[in-house]
């Protein structure tokens, strides 16, 4: 199933404070291993990406200089635009990333259809998981 108007906003912020020391400030938990070959950024990304979700209709929202740095490594050979990868100020927090992620996607798409999501959750990309999308969708 690929849409042409289907986005995923990726929110990529954090301290790495709770999986200390596995993550850490300068290593947040979304870039860390949760697999043998992927980071929970990663497998976000190949996640919807196997649903159907073009790589360039991917934004990952950061809010830090180390972020960013680390969100090009890792996403950009996932086919991730460059442009796609979105610095914010910190003070926004979670819900102020989505609305910043939504209005960054908006100016790409005005009919976009947006999934936001965290980048440190770990989703079996099963039935389930494909059935609850297009539900939404």
Not at 24 to 34: A, D, E, L, S
Not at 42 to 51: G, R
Not at 58 to 74: C, F, M, N, P, S
Request: hydrophobic fraction near 40%; charged fraction near 20%; include cysteine.
């Amino acid at each position: 199933m690929v849409l042409t108007h289907l986005w995923v906003a990726i929110i990529a912020d954090g301290k790495g404070t709770r999986l200390f020391p596995i993550s850490h400030p300068g290593r947040p938990k979304q870039f860390c291993k949760v697999d043998k070959r992927n980071t929970f950024i990663q497998a976000v990304v190949e996640n919807f990406v196997n649903f159907g979700v073009k790589p360039t209709n991917i934004v990952v929202i950061t809010t830090d200089d180390g972020q960013t740095k680390l969100a090009r490594e890792q996403v950009l050979p996932r086919k991730v635009l460059s442009q796609n990868i979105y610095q914010i100020d910190p003070c926004y927090g979670y819900a102020g990333a989505m609305i910043k992620a939504a209005k960054f996607i908006h100016e790409l798409d005005s009919e976009a259809i947006i999934i936001n999501t965290p980048a440190d959750q770990y989703l079996v990309a099963d039935d389930d998981f494909e059935g609850t999308l297009r539900s939404a969708i």
